[in-house]
């Protein structure tokens, strides 16, 4: 894609025949929200055109076409500071009349979540994800667990309408085992983050279908309360993670980080839950089971790279 004489993006008319606003309403037809991409510098990360000078002219298009979702990246941005830029962004997308929702990703590197929520809906707070349990690829790609450590202690700054973003799901990507990519997904949900799919939706297994539409971990991500999740007990190689929810109720994640089964005798008084000390009912999400109430120890055993998710209910 390039510009034309007036400055407005020219559509790749072999990739989009149709044109971008045929393709949004479309995809709106289909139920679906539509989301584009662009950057605050002057190219994006793939070499289009950035929207660097051309602020009001990009809002005022994705406007007419329909566009429901910016993704603003921060590549080729060299002399510019990133309050400014993407506060000059938010203010065009505001002139130009439509709901957009404006997810800022300059990968955390300005201490994002102290600004963003006065000028973004969401802003990723690290580097890229990729389908690998930890490690860096490449410089510029670390593994959900390392993203995931880096989430803890950002909790103050999510809410409803501004939240943190850990970059998109590697749940079905070849980089992931089964366990592994049910605890991403589970891990995700209990940080409130956005869960935006990155694998081929068209060609998954059915155990990968499970994983993504479990409604109860997805009620968890969506709580209205929109509280992100932290941690309340480490072991190194063994988390707890406690999200509080709506009614007064919570979700507690047993994480296990180790290449082998854990065994964990879970007493709930003894492990932190911030609550009002009342007494829940416990429900097991990932087996459909419950599992007493709080005022019982709790013999697990969590398996290898995987989690165990209770919801707890208090009693009426």
């Known amino acids: 894609m390039a510009r034309n004489e007036e400055g407005k993006i020219i ?48 809002a005022h298009t994705y406007a007419d076409w329909g566009v429901d979702y910016l993704k603003y ?80 202690g950002l909790e103050k700054y999510a809410g409803p309408g501004h939240w943190n973003d850990p970059d998109m799901l590697e749940v079905g990507n070849p980089g992931l085992t089964l366990n592994e990519a049910r605890a991403h997904f589970s891990m995700w949900c209990m940080l409130a983050a956005p869960l935006i799919c990155g694998n081929d939706l068209k060609n998954m297994p059915e155990d990968i279908r499970d994983i993504l539409l479990q409604e109860d971990m997805i009620a968890i991500d969506q709580d209205p309360m929109g509280k992100q999740g932290f941690k309340i007990y480490d072991e190194g190689n063994f988390e707890i993670w406690q999200k509080p929810l709506q009614n007064g109720d919570m979700a507690i994640c047993l994480l296990n980080l180790e290449i082998k089964d854990k065994e964990f005798t879970l007493s709930w008084n003894e492990i932190n839950i911030t609550n009002d000390q009342s007494e829940y009912q416990v429900f097991n999400i990932w087996e459909q089971k419950g599992q007493g109430n709080t005022s019982s120890i709790l013999k697990t055993k969590i398996p290898a790279r995987d989690v165990i998710v209770y919801q707890l209910t208090k009693k009426k």
């Open 73 to 152: 990246d921060w590549c080729n941005t060299k002399g510019q500071e990133p309050i400014e830029s993407y506060t000059h962004m938010r203010d065009a997308l505001y002139k130009a009349g439509r709901p957009i929702v404006f997810s800022i990703c300059d990968w955390g590197q300005s201490n994002t979540w102290e600004w963003a929520g006065e000028v973004g809906h969401l802003w990723r707070t690290t580097l890229d994800i990729t389908d690998r349990w930890d490690g860096n690829r490449w410089g510029n790609q670390l593994g959900w667990v390392d993203i995931l450590e880096k989430q803890n």
């Open 11 to 58: 559509i790749d008319s072999l990739k989009f025949p149709s044109g971008i606003a045929f393709l949004a309403e479309y995809i709106h037809h289909k139920g679906l929200k539509f989301g584009i991409y662009s950057d605050a510098g002057t190219l994006t990360c793939g070499g289009r055109p950035g929207s660097k000078g051309f602020e009001q002219i990009d």
